[in-house]
């Protein structure tokens, strides 16, 4: 029997990105929900000493109301990197929360340039007609070496996902994805067998996965997706609980409560330099 001890370079290594506000939620939800560009650095900076590689980015307007707005993404991505340098993958959300259109959705990410980007399949190429668009705004994206995640709610998205690849319309062999445990509704919680469903047909399955749940098994669901070669999301946008049920303290103690279920499993949690590297091989 080998007893060796593994060394960390023997252990599967695994991202968390922390998701620390959303586009919904505000301060009557939580008081440590942060909301403004300084809020963001400070939460990014305590989410990075507990474990984060990455943050995933909204923005509001004076009301606390979710904007696309590309002033307000560079104020919030210059606190961040002032705080964080590089330590942080900053990835921006173009999520539109029934307020924008496609074209509004791709015209901030042109005018913003982040690193990195999140874009729902299924809210930038709503329909058939919508593909030949969202081809070439991927093909920006990849000409300004923005790193990309797709948003995928449902394995019927990472089906279609594959059909435009084998179209031509997606500029990449093996794009960065995200698999969306649930829906943003009231009482959401998500549970780690929903994860199934996405990894049934290993042909379809990216190599470079993420995922993300609601609710107080927020924890449970990472865990279980760390364990079958996912990378994790997680954060105030949607779960608020520690694992015992308890309201945490803020984003920090989500990331330190994930961070230490995967490294009982025996994972090692990923740097944003790992997850930089790994994302431009792929996006290459």
Known sequence: ?????????????????????????????????????????????ACRDAGAAMIHVHVRNAEGGHVLDAEAFQHAIAAIKDAVGSDLVIQMTTESLGLYAPPEQMAVVKAVHPEAISIALRELAPTSADEGGFSDFLTWVKTHTILPQIILYSP????????????????WNDPPVLFVLGRYTVGQTSRPIDLLPFLEDALLRPSHWMTCAFGRFET???????????????????NLHLPDGSLAPDNAALVEATATALSACGL????????????HRLCA
């Open 156 to 171: 019927e998205d990472l089906a279609r996902l594959n059909d435009m690849h084998d179209r031509g319309l997606i500029p």
């Open 220 to 238: 449970a669901c990472a865990t279980a997706a760390a364990l079958m070669g996912g990378h994790v999301r997680i954060g105030f946008e949607n």
């Open 268 to 279: 090692e949690i990923s740097a944003a330099e790992a997850l930089r590297a790994d994302w």
């Open 1 to 45: 029997m080998n007893t060796r001890t593994p060394t960390p370079h023997d252990r599967p290594s695994v991202a968390i990105g922390i998701a620390p506000n959303g586009g919904r939620k505000l301060k009557s939800d939580h008081p440590a929900i942060p909301l403004s560009p300084h809020e963001l650095a400070k939460t990014a900076a």
